[in-house]
């Protein structure tokens, strides 16, 4: 069955970096556009980054543009977020998602806190 397991959360400074890993299972990951979603504490969920199968186009919100960076690699089945700059507005629970069929993982909390 899908599985994705999202991993590298945690609590960090203002201005600090984290790298989120998901790593998938039960189907054929090379073949699928994934994205980063999260949800604050009581606010709406948010795209925060997709990337197509073979990596050659990303997107980003207009709010992490520029200090986010989306990566796969294909051959280990695992996508990637990377979080430089990060500020309080970050603090997020972020789900690594299957474009197709919107499959979630579970999650892992970022905290931005000094």
């Known amino acids: 069955q899908v599985q994705l397991v999202e991993s590298g959360g945690g609590l960090v400074q203002p201005g600090g970096s984290l790298r989120l890993s998901c790593a998938a299972s039960?189907?054929?990951?090379?073949?699928?556009?994934m994205k980063w979603v999260r949800q604050a504490p009581g606010k709406d969920v948010e795209f925060v980054s997709a990337?197509?199968?073979?990596?050659?186009?990303?997107s980003y919100s207009e709010s992490v543009k520029g200090r986010f960076s989306i990566s796969r690699d294909n051959d280990n089945n695992m996508l990637y977020l990377q979080m430089n700059n990060l500020k309080p507005e970050d603090t997020a629970v972020y789900y690594c998602?299957?474009?197709?069929?919107?499959?979630w993982g579970q999650g892992t909390r970022v905290t931005v806190s000094s």
């Open positions: 998602v299957r474009v197709h069929g919107n499959r």
């Open positions: 039960g189907f054929s990951f090379s073949t699928n556009a």
């Open positions: 990337i197509i199968s073979d990596s050659s186009q990303t």
